[in-house]
């Protein structure tokens, strides 16, 4: 069983930002996919950032140009980096990763875009 551990969320004020972290315990090299998603209370999970293993990203209009996805394949650890964080970005995050057919989750993490 894939675990994935996500890490970095917090309480920022606006104009503010955080990077969250995700370590995998499987090497993520073979990912063919990662990513990140949202939940805010009341809506639906949201998509935030995808990262292929062809180095291919995709954000959705909401976060781009603010946020940015990343790797590093030697610590198994995907990152997203949040710039000029908005109150409406408050929500829990979630990292995802898919091998072949198969979708793992993490447990999430609190961010809070608050003054």
């Known amino acids: 069983q894939v675990q994935l551990v996500e890490s970095g969320g917090g309480l920022v004020q606006p104009g503010g930002s955080l990077r969250l972290s995700c370590a995998a315990s499987?090497?993520?090299?073979?990912?063919?996919?990662m990513g990140w998603y949202r939940q805010a209370p009341g809506k639906q999970r949201e998509l935030v950032a995808t990262l292929s293993r062809g180095g291919s990203t995709n954000y959705p209009d909401s976060v781009k140009g603010r946020f940015t996805i990343s790797r590093d394949n030697a610590k198994n650890t995907v990152y997203l980096q949040m710039n000029s964080l908005k109150p409406e970005d408050t929500a829990v995050y979630y990292c995802?990763?898919?091998?072949?057919?198969?979708?793992?989750w993490g447990q999430g993490t609190q961010v809070t875009v608050s003054s």
């Open positions: 499987r090497s993520i090299f073979s990912a063919s996919a």
């Open positions: 995802n990763a898919r091998w072949s057919l198969d979708d793992y």
